[in-house]
């Protein structure tokens, strides 16, 4: 019985090993008929695609002006405190004004000094015909001078010139008598009557007087081309200044005279002066800084003792009735928002959603950590009274939208350049081509199926190795 219960066990094996052999040669059109494969699909209906840029940013008011410093100095004391609400001209902070004071003293008795100086001009102008006649006077004087200088140049120059010519002759004659003495021994010398030694000492003393003649000769050249002409001509140019200052004082002395224009010129300079000391009784008025608008104080973080800049904003004033979103829009998002783009607003600091607007786009980016990002300012249509300045907030930019668009997830969506999905038909797998169009973070607008159709979306295992004609089963079914 055993022995006939292992035969029985061993048919049903060989048999199944028939079987599933028979089941692994068979083609693939009835591979597809056999196998039943488990898929998830998704009915295609129309629905809206929606794309956003998403960025994060703070809460300012619409309106709101800085506190500025307009002067430099310390600050003495300070009147008000942040988030107190304030007319324009309040004041908000004082200024030591020790300095515009020191400096306003210095101004007066600069003025004085001036009155002075007016006083002496005035003096000058009653004395100006004396003292024009003494100016003339010591013109002629220096012209004098100038001639008396071109006499003394032109005799000093003429003896020198006669000093080298006699020395430039006297050694002409010398070097002559040289190089007669020179030939005689050269020719001593071939008969062999005089030593060698001889020889060269006339001939080195020939030399020597030729290089003295030569320099000589160089030094009453350069005195006659350079020297000379260039001294006649320094004399000659100290002698036509001297005559043209004396001409142009002639000349001018009217126009140097003092007039009753330049008295009132002087008058005019003490006038501002005065504008001066006028400009410094207003900057002490300036050092108490008053509020420029109606508003809160936004903040103002300064105390008694802190120094100030001009021109520094040391805080602001806002007006809170109405406020704006300024966000920081990553670059690879910025191409695709523009103002009049709706935009969903919502913080960790409030459960509601408010609704924005953008308005602006900067043109140029700015550099956050290691990112360029874009400034992007928002419209906030309605607050519900729920922001205040500088809220953290996050924002949802609507940068595009397609009503009653067939879309799949994007896995769904197979092949590299020409792209299709798989529908299923009478329970089988159907290849079909597509285009694809919009993109959302989820979805992809697909055309070239229809509304209706169940389009394959997974598992993505199974999708990939998916083949046209595959039987499936749906899953949930």
Do not use: H, W
């Amino acid at each position: 019985m055993k022995k006939k219960k292992k035969i029985i066990i061993f048919s049903i094996i060989i048999i199944v090993l028939i079987l599933f052999l028979l089941t692994r040669c068979g083609n693939s059109g009835n591979q597809a008929q056999f196998m039943m494969l488990n898929v998830k699909t998704e009915e295609m209906v129309k629905e809206t695609l929606v794309t956003k840029a998403f960025a994060d940013g703070n809460v300012k008011a619409r309106e709101e002006l800085d506190i500025k410093v307009p002067l430099n100095g310390i600050i003495k004391e300070v009147y008000v405190k942040s988030g107190d609400f304030v007319k324009e001209g309040t004041p908000l902070y004082s200024i030591d004004d020790r300095n515009i004071r020191s400096s306003l003293d210095v101004v007066l008795t600069e003025y004085e000094e001036a009155k002075v100086s007016y006083e002496n001009l005035l003096d000058t102008y009653r004395n100006q015909d004396r003292i024009s006649r003494l100016r003339l006077e010591e013109a002629r004087k220096n012209l004098e001078i100038a001639l008396l200088s071109y006499q003394q140049d032109l005799s000093a120059l003429e003896t020198e010139e006669l000093r080298l010519a006699q020395e430039l002759e006297e050694l002409a004659t010398a070097l002559k008598k040289a190089e007669e003495e020179l030939r005689d021994n050269e020719y001593l010398y071939e008969k062999n009557a005089i030593a060698r030694n001889v020889l060269e000492g006339a001939r080195e003393r020939y030399e020597e007087l030729e290089r003295n003649y030569k320099r000589l000769e160089n030094n009453l050249n350069i005195f006659l081309e350079q020297k000379k002409p260039n001294t006649m001509e320094l004399a000659r140019l100290k002698i036509d200044n001297a005559r043209n200052s004396l001409e142009y004082l002639e000349a001018t002395l009217e126009k140097e005279r003092i007039s009753e224009k330049d008295l009132e010129i002087a008058k005019l300079r003490l006038a501002n002066m005065e504008s001066e000391i006028e400009k410094l009784n207003k900057d002490l008025e300036m050092a108490v800084v008053k509020a420029p608008m109606n508003g809160t104080v936004m903040n103002l973080p300064v105390k008694k003792g802190d120094r100030v800049v001009e021109g520094e904003s040391i805080g602001s004033i806002a007006d809170l009735g109405s406020f704006i979103v300024e966000l920081m829009v990553d670059e690879i998002d910025v191409n695709s928002v523009a103002a009049g783009q709706n935009v969903i607003i919502s913080s960790d600091a409030f459960n509601d959603e408010l609704e924005g607007v953008v308005t602006f786009v900067a043109p140029g980016g700015t550099l956050v950590g290691n990112i360029i990002k874009y400034k992007t300012q928002i419209d906030i249509v309605d607050d519900k009274g729920l922001l205040r300045p500088g809220m953290f907030v996050n924002a949802e930019i609507i940068t595009n939208r397609l009503e009653d668009a067939l879309a799949i997830p994007s896995l769904a969506i197979l092949g590299d350049e020409e792209k299709f999905v798989y529908v299923v038909e009478d329970g089988v797998a159907r290849k079909r081509p597509v285009e694809v169009g919009m993109r959302t973070l989820n979805k992809v607008e697909v055309l070239g199926v229809d509304e209706g159709e169940k389009v394959i979306i997974g598992p993505y295992t199974t999708l990939i190795t998916l083949e046209d004609g595959t039987a499936v089963i749906e899953m949930g079914e």
